[in-house]
């Protein structure tokens, strides 16, 4: 199945009575399970489901308005539309008016991540941005389906639908239609819902190995990507067993190592990817070390040079954070 008829499918008779215009906002999300791997390139299929955390009320805000010409405003500033970043929406959008009505839109997006976290922004982006089009367009759709969606334009993407610990599963259907994510259900009083971050910027510029091309590299290269995808499932349903039994020593512990096991597959990728920075291995040491002396603090990394910290609630964990990274910004995801 190619996107197009991904999309047909799920749009076949739906109305076509947009509205003037949708506002959706979506969080942004840090996976503690890592995804890394497509099974499928067209449909951006994953190889292994990933349990993530949501940021709370960070993340990214878009408002559909129809309009005479395609429009991306980001920030407040119009972005080109032959620059990769509006190409992609426009390109998305594309799909969903290759069943709807079809009129030119503009697309005003707001991300409210500081520049200073070093986040990517496409999970909230893509979902943010498939929220607004299912009010846009009158959809209706269900979550469920909205997550499969927003994972065409961007994995990571399925999970920003939900607060709280999030998982994807990979699903076994040709049509991916089963492959969309889920909030974990966690008691009112879980003592996973401590679990703080604090994000720890080492450098913001672009990647040079963006992730969904780094992904299909290491699959075809990289002797260890055997080893990850036959272990991932067994590490996420550890993460899973962690974060609803309320382990979070448990959990952190298994977030950072799940972490440095997908950077070793990358690591050993010909050519190698390499996200790391010298200053990322220094911020690593560092966590290690405040460790060795007593400081419950973790870290997990994506595919880039920045540290997301955990950490268990409190007061001097948290200060200890403030000493050694004077500009990491706290974040509480139940807030
Ligand atoms: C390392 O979701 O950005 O952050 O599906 O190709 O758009 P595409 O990739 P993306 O990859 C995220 C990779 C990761 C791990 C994760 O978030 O699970």
Known sequence: MNKQEFFRQILRGKANSPRDNATAFAPSNIALAKYWGKRDTELNLPCNSSISISLGSLGTKTTLRASNQDRVVLNGEEIPLDKPFAAKIINFLD?????????????????????????????????????????????????????AIARIGSGSAARSFWQGFVKWQRGKNPDGLDSYAEP???????????????????????????????????????????????????????????????????????????????????????????????????????????????????????????????????????AIIENNFPSAIFVNPFA
């Open 184 to 318: 974990l259900a966690l008691a009112e009083n879980s003592p996973s819902r401590n679990l703080r971050l604090a994000l720890v910027k080492i450098d913001e510029k672009a990647k040079k190995n963006p992730s969904r091309d780094a992904m299909i590299h290491s699959a075809k290269t990289s002797p260890y990507f055997s080893a990850w995808i036959a272990t991932a499932e067994i590490e996420l349903h550890k993460i899973e067993a962690a974060i609803t039994s309320g382990n979070i020593q448990e959990l952190l512990q298994l977030a950072e190592s799940n972490a440095l096991a997908m950077h070793a597959v990358m690591l050993a990728s010909r050519p190698s990817l390499l996200y790391l920075q010298a200053e990322s291995i220094v911020a690593i040491k560092k966590v290690w070390d405040l460790r060795e002396h007593g400081a419950e603090i973790f870290f997990t990394i994506d595919a880039g040079p920045n540290l997301k910290l955990l950490f268990e609630e409190n007061a001097d964990t948290r």
């Open 95 to 147: 799909y969903f008016r290759a069943n709807l009505w079809q009129g030119a839109m503009e697309v005003i997006t707001e991300n409210n991540i500081p520049t200073a976290a070093g986040l990517a922004s496409s999970a909230s982006g893509f979902a943010a941005l498939t929220l607004a089009a299912n009010d846009f367009w009158n959809l209706d759709l269900d979550t469920k389906t909205l997550s």
